[in-house]
């Protein structure tokens, strides 16, 4: 397993994934969080310039707040998917829907919260759209960039041939529920489970939460529809 860095920037974690030459970034966190990791590299002695590519998993302000920053220190190139690409590029949010309660009446409230420039984050042009499965070795890392659509139209997934999946909010670990609270196509994320679990993934290393087996997810397929309900805590 190649070494990996869990840090959170505001509410959301990004993480690092060491390769042969480098590492790469996966995702941005909040808004003006940039310090953050910039002190958590100089305490580990990383340098930014050792940052080669950052791969935004969806373009959501939580995600891509920092990326701005963030970028114009490491000097490297955006990775998103094409469906989100103009999004990115013009600095705009659209609200998933919820998938219970509390994320409908988070919905509901974040759609007209958004009108108020709430979500607001500093665009950025992507030097990458992904349009399918992207290799990373030319960036260092044994591994791939899968597209993994459900909770975003363009959401991707980080995948490692040694089983580690970085997903995003295509899961979650929060509240005894992997299955996450918004997401425009709930059916979807069930079809991009099923494709992570073909692949032999292991461990999911979600964006809100720790990381957890894969079986939890696997469960959840297999119950089919009840997957929206709270399940058991992960661990």
């Keep these: 397993m190649a070494a990996v860095h869990r840090v959170r920037l505001g509410i959301c974690n990004i993480y690092l994934i060491q390769g042969n030459s480098g590492y790469i970034l996966v995702d941005a966190g909040n808004a003006n969080r940039e310090e953050v990791l910039f002190n958590y590299l100089g305490r580990h002695s990383i340098s930014p310039d050792q940052i080669k590519l950052i791969v935004v998993t969806h373009v959501h302000h939580d995600h891509v707040g920092s990326l701005s920053a963030i970028k114009n220190i490491c000097k490297c190139p955006a990775a998103v998917h094409v469906k989100e690409a103009r999004l990115l590029q013009e600095g705009k949010f659209i609200m998933p829907h919820g998938t219970n309660l509390l994320g409908k009446t988070i919905s509901f409230i974040g759609k007209r919260a958004a009108w108020t420039g709430f979500f607001k984050y500093s665009p950025v042009k992507p030097e990458i759209e992904i349009t399918q499965e992207m290799n990373l070795t030319e960036f260092g890392v044994n591994?791939?960039?899968?597209p993994t659509p459900g909770h975003t139209e363009g959401s991707v997934s980080v995948v490692l041939p040694t089983g580690e999946a970085f997903v995003g909010d295509l899961a979650v670990n929060l509240m005894g529920s992997v299955f996450p609270p918004f997401a425009q196509n709930a059916p979807e994320i069930m079809m991009s489970w099923r494709k992570l679990a073909r692949l032999g993934v292991n461990t999911i290393f979600p964006s809100h939460g720790a990381p957890f087996g894969i079986n939890l997810l696997k469960?959840?397929?297999?119950?089919?529809?009840?997957?929206?309900?709270?399940?058991?805590?992960?661990?």
Excluded: A, N, R
Excluded at 143 to 146: A, H, R
């Design 143 to 146: 591994g791939l960039i899968l």
């Design 219 to 235: 469960k959840k397929i297999d119950f089919g529809v009840k997957s929206l309900q709270p399940d058991s805590q992960p661990t």
